[in-house]
């Protein structure tokens, strides 16, 4: 049982958001799709929102209150919204390249409504996050060359599972390096993942941050009846060391 919400042309394809009812578990849940591609839902948030909580309670110990965060995709805003939960949140900047995502969120039809839209914490920036990352001006077209104390991103599948072929480069040692410089001294890297912990790029990681680590998001799937595995990757300037989660 389908109840469409919206539906849009992008550049990409298809962008359909829309309302599904699951029988089994007696629950509706609000889904993106892109091109018969299911993008992102509602359902299972709980790695999404482990990408800010993570990072976000590294700068927490660490006394930060003044920290200025970075999203690379916004998605149904649930990682933003964990990152301005946190106290240590002073300001955050969200790249998306689907304007409709940026439009659901000021209109208030997703899940979260206009919390983030309403927080004057929060600014959205319609872009190509892979784009800006190539170039030499940073994530910011307001303040070129701008800094951040966390960079956390959730646009790919997993560091070998690309949306688009073009945005390989990101992932690759030479990437990660432009990656680091838009960090402050004590930045933090997050990087989301679909899939179980790579140590592969774990390794690669570390060819461009003095610490790099992969923690595990174990969550519980009623549909399958079984655990999933995700992953949150974390990579740190040099300066600060955070410890890892007890």
Request: glycine residues 8%.
């Amino acid at each position: 049982m389908f109840e469409e919400l919206d539906y849009r042309q992008t550049a990409l394809g298809e962008l359909i958001l829309r309302r599904r009812r699951i029988l089994k578990l007696d629950r509706d849940v609000v889904e993106v799709i892109l091109n018969d591609e299911h993008l992102m839902s509602d359902m299972f948030t709980a790695s999404e929102i482990a990408l800010a909580t993570i990072p976000m309670a590294l700068l927490e110990a660490a006394g930060r209150t003044d920290a200025d965060i970075l999203v690379g995709g916004l998605g149904l805003g649930y990682t933003a919204d964990a990152v301005l939960r946190s106290k240590a949140a002073r300001s955050l900047a969200v790249v998306e390249y689907l304007a409709p995502l940026i439009g659901w969120h000021e209109a208030g039809i997703l899940p979260l409504g206009r919390r983030l839209a309403d927080d004057p914490r929060c600014r959205f920036i319609e872009a190509d996050f892979f784009a800006l990352a190539r170039g030499g001006d940073g994530f910011d077209p307001q303040a070129p060359g701008r800094r951040f104390d966390g960079i956390f991103l959730d646009i790919d599948h997993s560091p070998d599972f690309h949306l688009n072929p073009s945005h390989a480069d990101f992932y690759s040692k030479e990437g990660l390096a432009r990656l680091a410089k838009s960090l402050t001294g004590e930045g933090i890297f997050a990087l989301w993942s679909n899939d179980p912990p790579d140590q592969a790029f774990v390794a690669r990681l570390a060819t461009q941050f003095p610490s790099a680590r992969a923690e595990e998001v174990v969550f519980h799937n009623p549909l399958l009846e079984e655990d999933c595995v995700q992953t949150v990757y974390l990579g740190i300037t040099g300066g600060r060391t955070y410890s890892p989660r007890s």
